[in-house]
């Protein structure tokens, strides 16, 4: 008889699937955010797409519930910003990204 998995409070790393105990939502955004920020806030790299995500980002950061809505505007926009960190070949924005979606999404 082969035992059954350890729940999640009882494994080193967080899953999702069975309890969001052990991630920190909070840090991966910022994580991203920063990544993204470079690329955003200089207008050399940035576009119309980016400036109205930077219009919808001050509305979820003033929300009731700014951790859910941020996290939401950053799932909706996951492959615009794999395109512009792979345009960049940013591969420490692309593994914190990376991270955001196996944890969070």
């Not at 990544?35 to 009731?64: C, G, M």
Request: hydrophobic share 40%; net charge negative.
């Amino acid at each position: 008889m082969t035992a059954a998995p350890a729940p999640a409070a009882e494994t080193d790393s967080p899953d999702r699937y069975v309890s969001f105990r052990g991630i920190d939502f909070e840090a991966n955004m910022a994580a991203v955010m920063a990544h993204l920020r470079r690329y955003i806030d200089d207008p050399a790299t940035s576009n119309a797409l980016w400036e109205r995500f930077k219009q919808r980002l001050a509305v979820a950061e003033s929300s009731d519930t700014p951790t859910t809505d941020k996290l939401l505007l950053l799932h909706s926009h996951v492959y615009y910003m794999v395109e512009m960190f792979e345009d960049h070949d940013d591969e420490a924005a692309l593994e914190a990204l990376k991270k955001l979606e196996e944890e969070c999404f």
